[in-house]
């Protein structure tokens, strides 16, 4: 079956501008998680929703990132203002459920260069 | 809080020789316990993980590895390594919630011909 998707693969943009990640997680999947992936780093937890709602915001750096997920299915990651700091792989991850045994299901990620 | 530390970003090991993958991670309670593979243009895999029950665990591809609390570790271990086990690999742990998980910065294995 088909599993997470992300699109757009890459994106470059320039600083300052606004850019938005899309998620489309597994079918059914109620639980869906982002990150961030700086070089050389592991991922590191940014959003967390369960359903429509953000469950765990506390890993968003700052109030320029913003995730919305309005119908408990896709999901998108905004970024205002872009920096060059903000240049990373972008991964989301999907989940059947809240409960710490179920597998997260990782998408190939978005590459985030911001010029 | 919880953190996770795998010692050494570079491994490489012959084809046929025993792979070991170090994790150690510090928490306040015991966590959850994960071990994810990526290999190169793809998203992370899990290869296997921890939560209740016996210690050693059993992945895919031949992969396992051991809760030591006393050790606090969990390094992962092949017994004989594939060319086609080269690839990054990242140690995680999760609290009790599970809305949190939190990644190692990850060791990219080689395996020598």
């Known amino acids: 079956g088909a599993g997470v998707s992300q699109t757009p693969s890459n994106k470059v943009t320039e600083k300052g501008k606004y850019v938005e990640l899309r998620c489309d997680p597994i079918s059914g999947h109620t639980a869906l998680y982002w990150y961030r992936q700086s070089l050389g780093q592991g991922p590191e937890f940014l959003i967390y929703?369960?359903?429509?709602?953000?469950?765990?915001d506390s890993g968003l750096p700052n109030d320029r990132f913003f995730a919305v997920r309005p119908e408990g299915s896709v999901s998108t990651l905004k970024i205002q203002r872009t920096e060059r700091g903000d240049s990373a792989v972008y991964l989301c991850a999907s989940s059947p459920g809240r409960n710490v045994y179920n597998e997260q299901f990782f998408g190939p990620g978005t590459r985030l260069t911001v010029l | 809080a919880q953190s996770v530390t795998q010692l050494g970003s570079h491994v490489s090991v012959s084809e046929g020789a025993l792979v070991l993958l170090r994790c150690n991670y510090s928490?306040?309670?015991?966590?959850?316990l994960f071990w994810y593979v990526q290999y190169p243009n793809q998203g992370l895999q899990l290869l296997l993980k921890y939560t209740t029950g016996a210690t050693l665990v059993k992945g895919i591809n031949g992969f396992e590895a051991e809760f030591k609390k006393s050790e606090t570790s969990f390094h992962l271990t092949k017994p004989s390594a594939h060319m086609s086990d080269a690839a990054e690999y990242f140690c995680?742990?999760?609290?009790?919630?599970?809305?949190?998980?939190?990644f190692g910065t990850g060791t990219s294995l080689t395996v020598i011909p």
């Open positions: 929703f369960q359903g429509t709602g953000a469950a765990d």
């Open positions: 928490s306040s309670v015991p966590p959850y």
């Open positions: 995680a742990v999760s609290d009790l919630t599970g809305n949190q998980f939190y």
